[in-house]
């Protein structure tokens, strides 16, 4: 197994009709350590997909370099780089069986002669024959152990004489990543393997990969736009943007605290409410004149900070449906939507006719239209300066033991 650098990485189409070339990454450095499952996100066009590519040996970059362990891989074909892509659409041969699919990378990585070549097929062809009509092949003997295995720990085994139009969608993409897995490859590529899955097959199978990665401890760079797969699967989230990295960090270091404006917009489904605030005498934070309560390491942020423009957010969490107080946000109700869990509240607050998102107890009884107060919890907030960065603390907070334990990085 290898760990993966990215340096300096960039990557450019030339422009049509005289037009500048159009950047897709632009100047990446990022380390992914040995054994680490990285989810990549990002929006569409961000360049999430090109990264994989680049790093497949399917694209070549402008500049930079990529690195899997020590060795310079951008100068390599792509057979030589010891790398496994497991596509959105599968890729499959539809007239191979499952067993020839799961085989056929093996079989290209091996240097055959003319001759090895025909024995190896007679033994194929005579494997079900009686054991004194066979032909032997000691490489297709060894081929076969490797992918019963693989067939076995994806319970594929009684599946290995269809053909890929006779499987299900999640047959399919177990097929595909068990022909990842045959080649024990240095690096795992996932491009959103799981998009064309319904949503009961996607968490079966996320859970399924996830487990897989822990058992072989090989380095996955998963691309992703769904937020439950960003937040459950991986060590670490790299969050891109228009060719930029934005922030590296465990999911809740995301979660909790966002570098930018569009990490804490695009991480955590809704979204981040952000609201205009600014800073007050005495170290108050003002919703225009209504004096918010905060807490915890973001008041100490700011004694600073007094008289400037901020944009203050606060997960949907950490706004509480509470009786009327002078110290509670005034908000008629917009939307409403039952979850089954909990009720997701749209709001808008009186104060300066913003729009905010509630988790409410889904038993609390509201109406469109209607009037109610909200709480925010006074740790709860982040602070952003005008160009849209986190003001950053001296340090983060410890992480909680209550909090959700991430994967252990073998």
Same mark, same amino acid.
């Not at 070549?117 to 024959?129: C, G, I, V, W």
């Not at 822990?214 to 797969?229: A, C, F, N, P």
């Given at each position: 197994?290898?760990?993966?650098?990215?340096?300096?990485?960039?990557?450019?189409?030339?422009?049509?009709?005289?037009?500048?070339?159009?950047?897709?990454?632009?100047?990446?450095?990022?380390?992914?350590?040995?054994? /680490?499952?990285?989810?990549?996100?990002?929006?569409?066009?961000?360049?999430?997909?090109?990264?994989?590519?680049?790093?497949?040996?399917?694209?070549?970059? @402008?500049?930079?370099?990529?690195?899997?362990?020590?060795?310079?891989?951008?100068?390599?074909?792509?057979?030589?780089?010891?790398?496994?892509?497991?596509?959105?659409?599968?890729?499959?041969?539809?007239?191979? @069986?499952?067993?020839?699919?799961?085989?056929?990378?093996?079989?290209?990585?091996?240097?055959?002669?003319?001759?090895?070549?025909?024995?190896?097929?007679?033994?194929?062809?005579?494997?079900?024959?009686?054991?004194?009509?066979?032909?032997?092949?000691?490489?297709?003997?060894?081929?076969?152990?490797?992918?019963?295995?693989?067939?076995?720990?994806?319970?594929?085994?009684?599946?290995?004489?269809?053909?890929?139009?006779?499987?299900?969608?999640?047959?399919?993409?177990?097929?595909?990543?068990?022909?990842?897995?045959?080649?024990?490859?240095?690096?795992?590529?996932?491009? /959103?393997?799981?998009?064309?899955?319904?949503?009961?097959?996607?968490?079966?199978?996320?859970?399924?990969?996830?487990?897989?990665?822990?058992?072989?401890?090989?380095?996955?760079?998963?691309?992703?736009?769904?937020?439950?797969?960003?937040?459950?699967?991986?060590?670490?989230?790299?969050?891109?943007?228009?060719?930029?990295?934005?922030?590296?960090?465990?999911?809740? /270091?995301?979660?909790?605290?966002? @570098?930018?404006?569009?990490?804490?917009?695009?991480?955590?489904?809704?979204?981040? &409410?952000?609201?205009?605030?600014?800073?007050?005498?005495?170290?108050?934070?003002?919703?225009?004149?209504?004096?918010?309560?905060?807490?915890?390491?973001?008041?100490?942020?700011?004694?600073?900070?007094?008289?400037?423009?901020?944009?203050?957010?606060?997960?949907?969490?950490?706004?509480?449906?509470?009786?009327?107080? &002078?110290?509670?946000?005034?908000?008629?109700?917009?939307?409403? /939507?039952?979850?089954?869990?909990?009720?997701?509240?749209?709001?808008?607050?009186?104060?300066?006719?913003?729009?905010?998102?509630?988790?409410?107890?889904?038993?609390?009884?509201?109406?469109?239209?209607?009037?109610?107060?909200?709480?925010?919890?006074?740790?709860?907030?982040?602070?952003?300066?005008?160009?849209?960065?986190?003001?950053?603390?001296?340090?983060?907070?410890?992480?909680?033991?209550?909090?959700?334990?991430?994967?252990?990085?073998?």
């Amino acid at each position: 197994m290898a760990g993966v650098r990215f340096e300096a990485l960039s990557k450019n189409y030339p422009s049509r009709g005289g037009g500048k070339p159009v950047e897709v990454i632009r100047d990446l450095s990022l380390s992914i350590a040995d054994g /680490e499952f990285l989810v990549l996100v990002g929006p569409s066009g961000c360049g999430k997909s090109t990264l994989l590519r680049l790093m497949a040996g399917l694209e070549s970059p @402008s500049s930079g370099e990529i690195l899997v362990g020590d060795q310079p891989v951008s100068g390599l074909r792509p057979a030589k780089r010891n790398v496994a892509m497991v596509f959105q659409s599968y890729a499959l041969y539809p007239h191979l @069986s499952v067993r020839d699919n799961l085989a056929f990378g093996l079989r290209r990585s091996q240097q055959r002669t003319n001759l090895q070549q025909l024995q190896d097929q007679l033994h194929r062809n005579t494997r079900r024959l009686p054991a004194a009509l066979r032909i032997p092949s000691h490489r297709e003997q060894q081929l076969e152990k490797r992918i019963q295995d693989v067939a076995q720990s994806l319970e594929l085994d009684q599946l290995l004489d269809r053909r890929p139009k006779e499987l299900s969608g999640g047959q399919k993409q177990r097929v595909a990543l068990g022909r990842a897995m045959a080649r024990k490859p240095e690096v795992f590529l996932m491009d /959103e393997p799981l998009s064309n899955l319904d949503a009961k097959l996607r968490g079966s199978t996320r859970a399924r990969i996830v487990d897989l990665q822990r058992q072989l401890g090989t380095t996955t760079i998963y691309v992703t736009h769904d937020q439950v797969e960003a937040m459950t699967m991986g060590h670490r989230i790299a969050v891109l943007n228009q060719g930029h990295l934005q922030q590296l960090g465990t999911p809740m /270091e995301l979660y909790r605290w966002p @570098s930018n404006l569009f990490v804490a917009q695009f991480i955590g489904s809704p979204p981040m &409410n952000v609201l205009p605030v600014h800073v007050g005498p005495g170290a108050t934070l003002m919703l225009k004149d209504r004096r918010l309560n905060v807490e915890g390491p973001t008041r100490a942020l700011l004694q600073n900070l007094e008289g400037q423009r901020l944009s203050g957010g606060i997960r949907p969490e950490h706004l509480h449906v509470a009786p009327a107080t &002078n110290r509670n946000l005034p908000a008629e109700v917009s939307h409403s /939507e039952v979850l089954g869990n909990e009720q997701l509240l749209t709001c808008r607050l009186l104060d300066g006719d913003h729009l905010v998102q509630v988790r409410a107890d889904p038993s609390l009884n509201v109406s469109i239209g209607g009037s109610i107060h909200l709480e925010a919890d006074p740790d709860g907030w982040r602070l952003f300066d005008e160009a849209g960065d986190a003001i950053a603390l001296q340090e983060l907070p410890p992480v909680d033991s209550d909090e959700p334990q991430l994967p252990l990085l073998s």
